[in-house]
């Protein structure tokens, strides 16, 4: 675990100027030793320094860990009109990481492609490398007209730019309302705002990144902080930055308890509350994420699903519950139980009533919206299933996004300059060469759907 997120550190960052904070007041900097109560983050080297503590009870799970703090002075550069006022005050951005996704039908093909681009969604062998841009064409045209077909039926487009900006919106409403200034931006890893775009030209002076992830995954958090660090690598001023990671928050104590909130709220729609199955459906990754490159993601649900439960256990809630994992693509094993299967087979064993809870992410999206509330509905239906529910996203919940500016403050102090790593500098270094690898892996990447015509079945 510790290896596949120490080798996705960042590097330096500078940032956009696309919220101002109104609350500019004075911190003073300084090297410090304070403990960084986030339940599993690293410092901008990446060293993860503590883990989830399995053993503590919620209310003590988020108090672990220590880490050494080496703020520093402004960085950048100050405009002449901010130059004399401002010197030694605090500006802290919180970066918000997010998937992204297509905001029209016309966008879905280049969004897919995108997704399908990134190493950490594909991963291909060294050796093969050069086929991954050919490959993600060939499958994002492929898959394009499923995915629009999906995206056409929650109106024509993702939710996700929308509710990510209302949750930054709210999360610096509450980081005021605790008494710190900070600018909250937006970096999606597959479509706009992209990453690059995020990080432009701000005066701020702390970095707090925080995936909108619960739980890591190399594929989702993991691929986030790559690019991050592939950005911070070039620019030596701007490496200096002090920036704190958080790498996971599904334990802490804000986060469950806003879960279990919405789970008992949404048990009271059942006539018959005790009856009814919690059923957990979680996005999935394919095995090999978590069998040979040491992905934590299976593990942090399952702990995820455990707190959730003896929360509501906690409140005297005792119903019966089960994990599964949906939305998989491609010829690959994902992680199992299949949600589809096991809706079928509970549905056997007749289970009547049953709530759903998407678990991996906290807003509303394709797959809450087409997959659970429509595909995965009608099957529990058909499989003998007779009530059915859906949990919420969290969303903009207040308890949720007050907990998340708890995380963003208590990782504050753990901020400290990055160091640099390399990137796959491929086209700018050698373009002949790059151009030669796309077309033979244009060539290849046909060979092999026309060879293996299953293997196209299962994309589309
Ligand atoms: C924790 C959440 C997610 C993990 C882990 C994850 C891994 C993962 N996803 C794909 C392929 C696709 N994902 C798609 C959409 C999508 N994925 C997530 C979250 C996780 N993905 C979200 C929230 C969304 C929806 C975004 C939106 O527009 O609302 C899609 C596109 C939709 C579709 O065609 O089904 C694909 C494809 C892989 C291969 C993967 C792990 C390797
Ligand atoms: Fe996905």
Redesign the pocket.
């Known amino acids: 675990m510790d290896a596949a997120m120490s080798s996705y550190a960042v590097s330096g960052l500078n940032i956009s100027q696309s919220n101002t904070s109104k609350f500019r007041h004075k911190f003073s900097l300084r090297a410090c030793e304070l403990p960084c109560r986030s339940s599993l983050c690293s410092n901008a080297n990446g060293r993860t320094f503590h883990n989830s503590h399995l053993d503590l009870p919620i209310q003590n799970r988020n108090l672990v860990g220590k880490t050494f703090c080496a703020a520093e002075a402004w960085i950048h550069p100050l405009s002449s009109t901010e130059s004399h006022s401002h010197v030694e005050e605090e500006k802290v951005g919180v970066l918000l990481l ?5 905001e029209t039908l016309h966008d ?1 093909q280049p ?2 492609y995108n ?2 681009a990134d190493p ?4 291909l062998p060294r050796l093969f490398r050069f086929l991954q841009r050919p490959l993600a064409k060939l499958i994002s045209t492929l ?2 007209p ?2 629009k077909e ?2 056409a039926s ?1 109106g024509g ?4 730019r929308k509710i990510t900006d209302e949750q930054a919106d709210a999360l610096k409403l509450a980081l005021e309302a605790k008494k710190v200034a900070a600018n909250v931006y937006v970096a999606m890893r ?2 706009h705002p992209f990453t690059e775009e995020a990080i432009k030209q701000d005066k701020i002076n702390k970095l707090v990144v925080l995936p909108l ?3 890591y ?4 958090t993991g691929s986030s902080v790559r690019v991050l660090q592939d950005l911070f690598r070039e620019d030596k001023i701007l490496s200096r930055l002090p920036v704190a990671i958080i790498q996971s928050w599904y334990q802490r104590g804000g986060y469950v308890k806003s879960m279990a909130d919405l789970i008992e709220k949404e048990l009271q729609n059942f006539a018959s509350t005790e009856e009814v199955m919690i059923f957990f459906s ?5 095995v090999t ?1 978590v069998r040979d490159a040491g992905d934590p ?1 299976k593990d942090q649900m399952e702990d995820c699903i455990y707190l959730i439960m003896q929360e509501l256990k906690a409140r005297g809630i005792n119903n019966d519950h089960k994990l599964a994992y949906q ?4 010829p690959v094993q ?1 992680l199992k139980p299949y949600t589809d299967e096991v809706l079928v087979d509970l549905g056997k064993q007749g289970v009547k009533s049953l709530l759903a809870v998407p678990v ?2 906290v ?7 087409e ?1 659970i509330d429509m595909e995965y509905k009608e099957l529990a239906l058909e499989s003998g299933i007779e009530n059915w529910g859906r949990v919420p996203a969290l969303g903009c919940t207040s308890t949720f996004i007050t907990d998340l500016a708890d995380a963003v403050i208590e990782a504050m102090p753990s901020a400290s300059a990055m160091t640099t790593s390399t990137t796959d500098g491929s086209f700018n270094q050698d373009p002949v060469g790059y151009a030669i690898k796309m077309l033979l892996g244009s060539f290849l990447a046909f060979v092999v759907l026309l060879a293996f015509p299953a293997f196209k079945n299962q994309i589309v």
């Not at 997010?98 to 297509?102: A, D, F, R, T, V």
Request: glycine share 10%; aromatic share 18%.
């Open positions: 997010n998937l992204g996704g297509p879905v969004f897919l997704l399908f950490d969604i594909i991963r898959r394009a499923k995915s999906g995206y929650i487009g993702s939710p996700l597959y479509w992830y619960p739980q995954s190399i594929s989702t979680a996005h999935g990754v394919p994420y993601y939305s998989r693509v491609g994902w991996s992410f807003s509303e999206h394709i797959e809450t919206l997959e």
